[in-house]
DNA sequence: AATAATATTGAATATTTATGCAAATATAGG
DNA sequence: CCTATATTTGCATAAATATTCAATATTATT
């Protein structure tokens, strides 16, 4: 279990290395894991990275990698938190609720590419979400279908 | 200046694009880029990932861009706590880091005395800007360049 | 233990990203 | 305007990273 040849020990190995190292390649992760009596190759370390979400930074004139931060959890929830969809003109308020808006506003952000969608405004209860023109309403609802589904019926 | 052709703009551009768009390789980016009639290359936007500190994340099974520093966003001083303007007719989205848009729209409301400037509404991460005119969006963005040095750079 | 189902890995390779260099573009100083 | 200096960019390619595939090892199930 604790041995120094399970995965385990490895993705341990890594996380102290590259937070107490300026590691800016695979190829250099192998290099100081091998001093430290493990061995393994760029592909698995490619794996390993992910699985640990660590980020390659741009930092000075180089990289570095670093343990990733958690954001983007994106919210999960449906249409059930939206009570009404109303618009008008390219303005869209939406009525959420309690305490739903910011979740559903961000997983439309994250999810809605449509170049129309401006943006969203969340309150507590209430989603304002401005559009470059108002005949966009459509399109974007549609996008949003596949991250929220149902979130159509709910249009007045 | 404000030209869609500059070098700020297309970061902006491109702030913008990863912060609300899944996206996970430089090729998907210059893709989404052209759709908004932005031309480029993937050497440039490598060159430009690394200028914005942006950050390739492991997300699920794949990837997402992210940009990097944002914890760490001063909200005082410079516009390095915005991340995008986009306007359309009288309205102006601001997106900015999460948490800033408060911040920032009470900046603009303390500084900005054109009474072309109708009001501004913040969310957590997003500001909408109400102006009396859509031909006013340049001179309020001059006079909150006092305030928020660079800001206009961050126009689309 | 034997078998099946899962997980981990390396080798080779495909894909993605970074960069050297020259051309083009902008900026500054006469 | 002209010339010099610095930025920005694309092209080509080097470098780095992710993934496919087959093999091996691990774990679970009977």
Same mark, same amino acid.
């Given at each position: 279990m604790g041995d120094s040849k399970t995965r385990d020990s490895r993705l341990a190995?890594? *996380? &102290? #290395? #590259? *937070? &107490?190292?300026? #590691?800016?390649?695979?190829? =250099?992760?192998? @290099? =100081?894991l091998k001093e430290k009596g493990i061995e393994v190759t760029q592909a698995t370390l490619s794996r390993d990275l992910k699985a640990l979400q660590v980020v390659k930074v741009p930092v000075g004139d180089g990289y570095r990698y670093s343990i990733g931060? @958690?954001?983007?959890?994106? !919210? @999960?929830?449906? !249409?059930?938190g939206i009570i009404s969809i109303d618009a008008s003109g390219n303005l869209v308020v939406i009525k959420t609720g309690p305490g739903f808006a910011g979740a559903i506003a961000l997983t439309i952000d994250n999810n809605v590419t449509n170049r129309n969608l401006m943006g969203t405004i969340a309150g507590d209860d209430t989603i304002l979400m401005i559009l470059r023109k108002a005949s966009a309403l459509s399109e974007v609802l549609d996008e949003a279908e596949h991250c929220i589904?149902?979130?159509k019926n709910k249009l007045i």
């Open positions: 190995a890594i *996380s &102290s #290395i #590259i *937070s &107490s190292n300026r #590691i800016g390649s695979q190829e =250099k992760l192998v @290099r =100081k931060h @958690r954001h983007n959890i994106p !919210a @999960r929830g449906g !249409a059930d589904p149902g979130i």
